[in-house]
């Protein structure tokens, strides 16, 4: 016997619809790349994004053809998440921070048939557009007054302003099947070309249903947010749907992620939750340390994109009494794949022991599972010892990629992650490397991400980096690069001192090397095989 429910499609637009009719008056702030500050509701995006779904359709965007967009994280960026997905079509996030190449494979690879960009990327759109034979539109997310006089583009260049007046508001939003795509992201491609990850619109619900749980994002419309995580990433962590559906006031940052710029938004706006990558984090913990600033608003961050170091999780708590959610997920997982937030029989412990479990990167929200298997692919129990691949799979993991010509990803149903980790009896997953990073001397495994987050604890240490060095003796060793903070006087006898009783005596680094900088990839994070490419023979030449 079935079930006497209603049906209605899981559909993005309906997030939209909801956020006006119960949330209309919420607010949405952005700090634009024209340098203002704009305001408005939920209803005028609600009513602009139906305008810009009626630009699509004039311009001959059929459903199911894909859009991009190269923009910062503003309401223009916003209104197509509604306008691109919910009339039928694709929202196309690029990554403006990858390489040029990367992003004309990515737009043609994706048969972009027209290409939103913020002013900030007319110079990265002059580069790509001619070798791009999809995209014959290209509209600058701008008004009338601030359009580029001069442009080397063949192609047509429209106003983004221009588009929403010169159409109407009345637009009724398909009943699309809710399995139809929704948007497209694809992977940094630190290794090979870049993978699209085609999202549907019934992932896309279900993971902004799990996200904004208690126990994941724990999001409310008591909520200010401020999404320093770009929208061209991963959708932003998904935020700018949460907020609709619970009716959050939103906080766009625009360009400008900068810690003195970050923090006067967060003041000004009364911000109470955001969320971004570490290294992000660090330039706003180093601009209020410098000005003996504080967080008035701010209760909540969340953490991700890379292990989030107890040093920054302490700074955070005990100095400003902003608690850390720690976040693991992937472009393939819509990102969001578990949160470290806490039992009830964890609160109560000890604060070393609190610390130690916010290292980890949390338990599955519901609709991911996850397991650990050994090199033979025998899963692995969850005692907090062993140590394997990580797989995952759930409702909104992908199970193929977009145009993808080569073997299909899963296994047996699962999605290998790339990732190393353990798993504790509470549920709890640690990642103790990439795949590709682990270390393997005298035929034991050891950790660089253990060994990072120690270096983070000394308090000149700025950023660690730990990668593995040919060894002539015993194959591989740990080799410890870091960037010291301004004017500090650290020595490399000190560092590893540094480390006695604190992890194994074999894990120790057995050199330490000084550099100006880490490179950084398209997601803010560190690049660690340009590292190997550098420092790989360290230990054979020394």
């Known amino acids: 016997m079935q079930g006497l429910m209603m049906q209605q499609p899981l559909l993005v637009a309906s997030l939209l619809m909801h956020a ?22 939920y209803r005028d995006l609600a009513q602009r994004a139906r305008r810009m779904a009626n630009a699509l359709a004039d311009l001959g965007i059929k459903p199911g053809e894909r859009v991009g967009t ?92 221009d588009l929403v007046e010169d159409h109407g508001d009345v637009f009724d939003w398909p009943l699309l099947d809710e399995n139809s795509a929704s948007s497209l992201c694809y992977t940094s491609g630190t290794t090979g070309n870049p ?139 819509s990102p969001v794949g578990t949160v470290c937030s806490f039992k009830a029989h964890q609160v109560s412990l000890p604060m070393e022991e609190r610390y130690a479990l916010q290292a980890k990167q949390g338990r599955s929200v519901f609709g991911i599972d996850m397991k650990i298997v050994d090199m033979d692919g025998k899963e692995l129990p969850w005692d907090g010892i062993a140590t394997g691949d990580l797989f995952v799979r759930g409702h909104w993991a992908t199970r193929d990629y977009f145009g993808n010509d080569d073997t299909p990803p899963l296994r047996n149903g699962w999605f290998p992650t790339g990732d190393v980790a353990r798993i504790d009896p509470d549920g709890f997953m640690q990642i103790t490397d990439r795949s590709k990073d682990v270390i393997k001397s005298g035929g034991e495994w050891i ?44 020595v490399p006898d000190e560092l590893l001192t540094f480390f006695d009783g604190r992890l194994a005596r074999w894990w120790k680094p057995d050199a330490v090397v000084f550099v100006d900088s880490v490179p950084l990839g398209a997601t803010g994070k560190v690049l660690k095989n340009r590292l190997r490419d550098q420092f790989g023979d360290y230990y054979l030449s020394a």
């Open 20 to 41: 006006e009719r119960h949330h209309g008056e919420q607010e949405i702030v952005s700090r634009r790349v024209e340098g203002d500050i704009h305001r408005y509701r």
């Open 70 to 161: 190269l923009a910062w994280n503003g309401y223009r960026h916003m209104e197509l998440y509604f306008a691109v997905s919910g009339s039928g079509s694709v929202l196309h996030t690029l990554n403006p921070r990858l390489h040029v190449d990367q992003l004309a494979y990515i737009i043609e690879h994706a048969e972009d048939r027209v290409v939103f960009f913020d002013l900030t990327f007319l110079p990265l759109i002059e580069s790509v557009a001619p070798r791009v034979s999809s995209t014959k539109v290209f509209v600058a997310m701008t008004g009338r007054a601030h359009m580029p006089r001069d442009h080397g583009l063949a192609a047509t260049l429209l106003c983004y302003e």
């Open 195 to 333: 993978k699209g990850v085609l999202y549907s619109h019934r992932s896309t619900l279900l993971h902004t249903y799990a996200a904004a749980l208690p126990d994941s994002l724990n999001c409310s419309a008591r909520d200010v947010i401020l999404p320093v995580v770009p929208m061209f990433h991963v959708n932003a962590w998904g935020l700018p749907y949460i907020a609709c559906m619970v009716g959050a006031k939103l906080v766009f940052p625009g360009p400008a992620l900068d810690g003195k710029s970050l923090h006067e938004l967060i003041e000004n706006e009364q911000v109470t939750l955001s969320a971004g990558v570490p290294t992000v984090w660090q330039g706003l913990l180093a601009h209020v340390d410098t000005t003996m600033g504080s967080f008035s608003s701010m209760r909540r961050t969340i953490i991700g994109g890379a292990p989030c170091p107890t040093a920054m999780t302490a700074t955070f708590q005990a100095r400003h009494r902003v608690d850390v959610l720690h976040a693991w997920g992937m472009t393939e997982l």
């Open 447 to 490: 950790s660089s991400t253990e060994i990072e987050n120690i270096a983070y604890l000394h308090p000149e240490v700025t950023t660690a980096v730990c990668i593995a060095a040919r060894h002539p003796k015993w194959d591989e060793r740990p080799l410890l690069l870091i960037v010291k903070k301004p004017g500090g006087a650290l």
